[in-house]
């Protein structure tokens, strides 16, 4: 009887193993209620190794949402440097949102879960702040331009990050409709208003 021969992981390896089982789990049932023995179990481990690499479950869970936010966030930075025109800007900043939700959707269901070990800095408000804080910049250009109250981009800044976020929230459930027919209707929502929503938006960006 032939005997299966077990491939020894090098320790960076077996890091990444463990993150990629924890980030699963963390996203099917939520901090609480993982535990390091599923996590061991999983990754076919015991216990002490786990602890070993980061010291529990809450080291663990630290380095997966970093590790996540700063995915999102990358992603975001590449998307607000890939125009000029503000409609253009947000076209891409929304669809940034979704591809990271339709191509990571563990990590943004771990991202918008609250954690009682997420710290003030590690949360996903702290990372719609950041986003906020970098379209406010743009904005503010484009109300100096446009002869606007350049004071209230911050409060335009917050409402279109807001509405963006929130509606990728429920479209990580909703699923429909697809993925660019949501960002264009939020375009069409943030760039022409209640008053003059188009009735097919589109985005032009991607046309």
Same mark, same amino acid.
């Given at each position: 009887?032939?005997?299966?021969?077990?491939?020894?992981?090098?320790?960076?390896?077996?890091?990444?193993?463990?993150?990629?089982?924890?980030? @699963? !789990?963390?996203? $099917?049932?939520?901090? $609480?209620?993982?535990?390091?023995?599923?996590?061991?179990?999983?990754?076919?481990?015991?216990?002490?190794?786990?602890?070993?690499?980061? /010291? /529990?479950?809450?080291?663990?869970?630290?380095?997966? =949402?970093?590790?996540?936010?700063?995915?999102?966030?990358? &992603?975001?930075?590449?998307?607000?440097? #890939?125009?000029?025109?503000?409609? $253009?800007?947000?076209?891409?900043?929304?669809? @940034?949102?979704?591809?990271?939700?339709? #191509?990571?959707?563990?990590?943004?269901?771990? !991202?918008?879960?609250? +954690?009682?070990?997420?710290?003030? +800095?590690?949360?996903?408000?702290?990372?719609?702040?950041?986003?906020?804080?970098?379209? $406010?910049?743009?904005? /503010? !250009?484009?109300?100096?331009? &446009? #002869?606007?109250?350049?004071? !209230?981009?911050?409060?335009?800044? &917050?409402?279109?990050?807001?509405? =963006?976020?929130?509606? #990728?929230?429920?479209?990580?459930?909703?699923?429909?409709?697809?993925?660019?027919? =949501?960002?264009?209707?939020?375009?069409?929502?943030?760039?022409?208003?209640?008053?003059?929503?188009?009735?097919?938006?589109?985005?032009? +960006?991607?046309?």
């Amino acid at each position: 009887m032939s005997r299966v021969t077990r491939v020894r992981m090098t320790g960076k390896e077996r890091r990444e193993q463990l993150l990629d089982v924890s980030r @699963a !789990l963390f996203a $099917e049932k939520g901090f $609480e209620a993982t535990s390091i023995e599923e996590i061991a179990h999983r990754a076919s481990v015991s216990k002490p190794v786990v602890y070993e690499h980061f /010291g /529990g479950k809450e080291g663990i869970y630290a380095v997966v =949402v970093d590790r996540e936010m700063q995915r999102l966030m990358d &992603q975001i930075v590449v998307a607000l440097d #890939g125009g000029s025109h503000p409609r $253009e800007l947000l076209e891409h900043a929304a669809c @940034a949102l979704l591809d990271y939700i339709e #191509g990571s959707t563990d990590g943004f269901r771990i !991202l918008v879960r609250d +954690s009682p070990v997420a710290s003030s +800095s590690g949360t996903f408000s702290s990372l719609l702040n950041d986003i906020a804080s970098q379209v $406010e910049h743009i904005l /503010g !250009l484009h109300f100096a331009k &446009q #002869g606007y109250d350049r004071k !209230l981009a911050p409060l335009y800044a &917050q409402a279109l990050v807001g509405m =963006v976020a929130l509606t #990728g929230q429920w479209w990580l459930e909703a699923r429909k409709p697809k993925k660019d027919e =949501v960002a264009a209707h939020l375009v069409n929502l943030a760039w022409n208003g209640l008053s003059a929503m188009e009735h097919k938006p589109r985005l032009r +960006s991607r046309s």
